[in-house]
């Protein structure tokens, strides 16, 4: 019985040592997502007792820290002032201040301009903590129903339309789970999107207003997504998460169908420079199962 009193009493120092806050050292402290409560205990001491914080928007964090009743000095890191800024941080953690990032909610760093200020304190060797908590893309990963073994982090996709497909094309074969992050306004033309590019049948689970009162999620699918939001407004930020493609799929799919009808007549012609052009096409057709005209026709355009 002792030894594991020694045992908790040594775990305890332990954390006490680590929870100490180190001159000199940015530390990236998760903030809520929705739900005040959901900020540790931990962020709450890195909060109180660093020199300066670091935020997306000095407004919203004075009102986070308000309800807490801190009173540690703000400044403003974001988006479009981010590298002088940097500079100016890393320029104060290296005379020996300490420093805690947050963004508006959430994990900063993470689809957030922290990432350029954990890469500048990692090229001037300025020491780098993380105090983990809130993460919107995996509470949401957590709630799909979705597998959660492997998936991948796609973020905001472009505004810019033709971006916003060209990035889904890449996706369309991807096996693992994604996770999005979208406005409310550009929902509909995103399900719209995935519609095209994965089907309606694609499984999706749509996740909104997480930790906060009016918190939804729906598991549905691409399809029905897209049918529910033709007669519904989407409200608040969402956290959309997609089913990857079935790998049963990749088995039974040709090797040419991720060729365009040219890039596949190419193949042929650079597999075998003797090859005639006609040649190639009869084979593309009768591989495709199309008329050779039609082979012939997408070759010359």
């Known amino acids: 019985m002792s030894s594991i009193k020694n045992l908790d009493y040594e775990a305890a120092m332990e954390n006490t040592e680590k929870n100490q806050i180190v001159g000199g050292t940015l530390y990236l402290v998760a903030t809520p997502i929705g739900n005040l409560e959901d900020l540790s205990a931990r962020a709450l001491k890195i909060l109180s007792g660093v020199d300066f914080v670091a935020a997306e928007d000095t407004r919203n964090s004075a009102k986070l820290l308000s309800c807490f009743d801190i009173h540690t000095p703000l400044i403003s890191y974001f988006e479009h002032n981010k590298r002088m800024r940097g ?132 598991r549905t699918t691409v399809g029905g997504a897209v049918e529910y939001y033709k007669e519904n407004n989407p409200r608040g930020e969402y956290v959309l998460i997609l089913e990857g493609r079935d790998p049963k799929e990749r088995q039974n799919e040709v090797w040419w169908a991720e060729l365009s009808i040219p890039e596949h007549v190419q193949h042929y012609l650079d597999a075998d420079p003797s090859m005639k052009r006609l040649d190639a096409v009869k084979l593309v057709a009768k591989e495709r199962g199309v008329g050779r005209n039609e082979v012939y026709d997408a070759v010359m355009k």
């Open 87 to 218: 500079e100016e941080i890393a320029s104060k953690l290296l005379k020996g201040q300490s420093c805690a990032l947050i963004t508006d909610a959430g994990t900063p760093a993470i689809s957030d301009p922290g990432e350029d200020l954990v890469r500048l304190c990692g090229e001037k060797g300025i020491p780098v903590i993380s105090v983990p908590g809130c993460c919107a893309a995996i509470t949401a990963l957590t709630l799909s129903g979705l597998p959660t073994g492997r998936f991948c982090f796609e973020g905001f996709l472009s505004t810019v339309k033709n971006e916003r497909r060209e990035r889904l094309e890449t996706l369309r074969t991807e096996e693992r789970t994604m996770i999005l992050y979208e406005a409310p306004h550009k929902l509909r033309n995103t399900l719209d999107d995935l519609l095209e590019t994965f089907g309606a049948e694609r499984k999706l689970s749509l996740c909104r207003e997480l930790t906060k009162r009016n918190e939804e999620t729906m």
